[in-house]
T-cell receptor, first 116, second 117 residues
């Protein structure tokens, strides 16, 4: 069964460093998302991406964050200068299409980011 | 106001029994979707079930069913014949508006379910 994959599973970085979290969505999916979950808290929306551009972003997704789909398969989240409060599990998700069912977003296994 | 409310702090159920996990939601949209996800201790998010606001029948997926009461704005998850592997965190989530590119999900805080042998 096709699945969303994410690498790395765990990333440790120093405060102020740049990190890139990578995702490979399900191949025929058209809509892509990043969410984050601070330990013990609820999952929060960061950004949605469709047709090679950002569709919507949350207040969390400030100028330090960017997303890219560089090669038609990968979907990346970049944090330019990490802060301690960026420590969280980051989930990538993808969805097939707009209507006619298939509403669910399929989540990847997550990347646990630890900022020291 | 919270868009998704899950107030049960932790639930326990005996193996093979049924359990209901509560979820209430708040939206002014007429078109919306409700989702339940399971998060085991390993951390991944597993889609369980979906209910559209215009669906006339309650959604069912195997042992999972959704008790959708639109007037009360509740979307409770019912798990029948609980198994030990059902022990996990369960999140209720909502998509507001019609399905489209901006179909972000808003999650509740989650409920921990523990299944006792």
């Amino acid at each position: 069964e096709p699945e969303v994959t994410q690498t790395p599973s765990h990333q440790v970085t120093q405060m102020g460093q740049e990190v890139i979290l990578r995702c490979v969505p399900i191949s025929n999916h058209l809509y892509f998302y990043w969410y984050r979950q601070i330990l013990g808290q609820k999952v929060e929306f960061l950004v949605s991406f469709y047709n090679n551009e950002i569709s919507e972003k949350s207040e969390i997704f400030d100028d330090q964050f960017s997303v890219e789909r560089p090669d038609g398969s990968n979907f990346t989240l970049k944090i330019r200068s990490t802060k301690l409060e960026d420590s969280a599990m980051y989930f990538c998700a993808s969805r097939l299409r707009t209507s006619g069912g298939d509403n669910e977003q399929f989540f990847g296994p997550g990347t646990r980011l630890t900022v020291l | 106001a919270q868009k998704i409310t899950q107030t049960q702090p932790g639930m326990f159920v005996q193996e093979k029994e049924a359990v209901t996990l509560d979820c209430t939601y708040d939206t002014s949209d007429q078109s919306y979707g409700l989702f339940w996800y399971k998060q085991p201790s390993s951390g991944e998010m597993i889609f369980l079930i979906y209910q559209g606001s215009y669906d006339e029948q309650n959604a069912t997926e195997g042992r999972y069913s959704l008790n959708f009461q639109k007037a009360r704005k509740s979307a409770n998850l019912v798990i029948s014949a609980s198994q030990l592997g059902d022990s996990a965190m369960y999140f209720c989530a909502m998509r507001e508006g019609r399905t489209g590119a901006n179909s972000k999900l808003t999650f509740g805080k989650g409920i921990t379910l523990s299944v006792r042998p």
